[in-house]
């Protein structure tokens, strides 16, 4: 058992051990670990789920070399690959979110590195295709779908589809595409060139939301109508109807009211049991609550998007900015600060200068309240004209209120100073004139 269990490159569960064994029962691959554990060849790794076990790495490059040398490899690595895909399978349809999935995340690229090795499409694309349903809820796996893709045999395979999705919504990441105007661009060519019953339902959301903030809106209202005449199946329907009543909470056109019926909507959304699909029908209460004004909603439907995500992921990132939002609705300056910087700081680690922007605009808005429009003018600078749905009205009566307070030319140079900081820089900016008003830092 000691080479087989050297497949793992990272930390593994009782259940991925006994899969990869694959001729003992879990009781015997217990006693098993447990002497390992005993003779100092694995250790523990304790967390908020099953025990985990991991070879120290002189130790895991040993047992990894001897299974390598072994006849037994392709079978243990075969038995890897199905556990991986079997559980990833699963996990859109579990109740709450696992960080499984990012502890395991070195031994599914294992998996994949031997498909891609093997040049076996199909293999490679069963690890990709189960993340594109978890896009936006966990932290992605860059890449993977374009290493695919520069294997001969998978343009023109069944697996082509999920792969070109995986390829787009990976563009979405920081620095990938040039923006959402980009993605607005690249999502219909996409999408146009398969039956939508091909597609992961999240790109089938994502696509409005893209054209609702940067794209033809047309577009994407053209394309749930297409999107309606798909599969029937139940939760896939659902997945549409919410996306789509999304995507008219968000375009903001009077072409595109919200359908009738969205309370129930979100009701039958909040009832499922996958956590994908109640963390999307929490992110439209998010959207409902902005339109009616109602922050206390809008707070607790937010917290639960961030319940409902793995850090540090695009909707992890949502949860916060949105909490943010509705404390600032409510006149609670020092939490919309806390979450602010609590957004900021994980942004800063994590190197995902996208999740900057949000924070930013807080800490300009909040100046704003504290009636500090020098300061306001300089945060404000480092923001785009237009930043996300979420703060574009906010914005914009910002800048009217600043034109309204200052000299163009003070303006101009207040602005070539905040162009000049960086973002945690303007974090401690801010944190500095907010003290002066009584507001305590975060870290304090």
């Keep these: 058992m000691f080479p087989r269990l050297g497949v793992f490159a990272g930390s593994f569960d009782l259940a991925a051990a006994v899969a990869v064994v694959g001729d003992r029962d879990e009781i015997e691959v217990l006693d098993l670990v447990a002497a390992l554990v005993d003779k100092s060849l694995l250790t523990v790794v304790l967390g908020a789920g099953a025990p985990r076990y991991r070879y120290l790495e002189t130790i895991r490059s040993y047992a990894e070399e001897k299974l390598d040398g072994s006849d037994e490899s392709p079978l243990v690595i075969a038995r890897l690959h199905a556990h991986e895909v079997e559980c990833l399978t699963g996990i859109t349809q579990e109740r709450e979110p696992s960080y499984w999935l990012v502890d395991e995340l070195p031994n599914i690229r294992r998996a994949f590195d031997d498909a891609v090795d093997r040049r076996d499409v199909s293999a490679a694309a069963a690890l990709v295709a189960p993340f594109l349903e978890v896009a936006s809820q966990v932290p992605w796996i860059s890449g993977w779908g374009d290493e695919v893709l520069a294997l001969p045999a998978a343009v023109g395979s069944p697996e082509e589809p999920v792969l070109r999705s995986a390829r787009v919504l990976v563009a979405w990441r920081p620095g990938r595409c040039g923006g959402l105007r980009r993605l607005a661009e690249v999502l219909p060519a996409v999408t146009a060139r398969w039956p939508v019953d091909e597609l992961p339902s999240v790109l089938l959301v994502q696509l409005g939301v893209v054209h609702s903030l940067s794209g033809d809106d047309r577009v994407a209202a053209a394309f749930y109508e297409r999107w309606g005449e798909g599969s029937g199946d139940p939760t896939t329907a659902l997945a549409r109807r919410l996306g789509e009543q999304e995507f008219r909470l968000s375009s903001r056109f009077p072409r595109y ?188």
């Design 257 to 444: 009211p919200v359908l009738e019926g969205i309370d129930d909507d979100i009701a039958d959304g909040l009832r499922s049991t996958s956590w994908v699909t109640r963390s999307q029908a929490h992110r439209l209460a998010v959207l409902q609550s902005l339109e009616r004004g109602d922050f206390e909603a809008m707070l607790q439907s937010a917290r639960s998007v961030e319940q409902l995500s793995v850090e540090p992921s695009l909707s992890w990132f949502s949860g916060l900015q949105h909490q943010a939002r509705a404390e600032l609705g409510l006149g609670h300056l020092e939490e919309a600060l806390r979450l602010a910087d609590r957004n900021l700081d994980r942004a800063q680690r994590c190197g995902n200068r996208d999740a900057m922007g949000i924070p930013t605009a807080v800490f300009a808005l909040v100046l704003q309240v504290l009636d500090e429009s020098e300061a306001a003018a300089v945060v404000r600078a480092l923001l785009p004209r237009r930043l996300t749905l979420l703060y574009v009205d906010e914005l914009a009566a910002l800048d009217a209120w600043l034109e309204g307070r200052l000299a163009p030319e003070t303006r101009a140079a207040l602005q070539a100073e905040g162009r000049a900081k960086s973002p945690v820089e303007l974090q401690a900016f801010t944190h500095e004139v907010a003290g002066r008003h009584g507001l305590s830092h975060s870290g304090d």
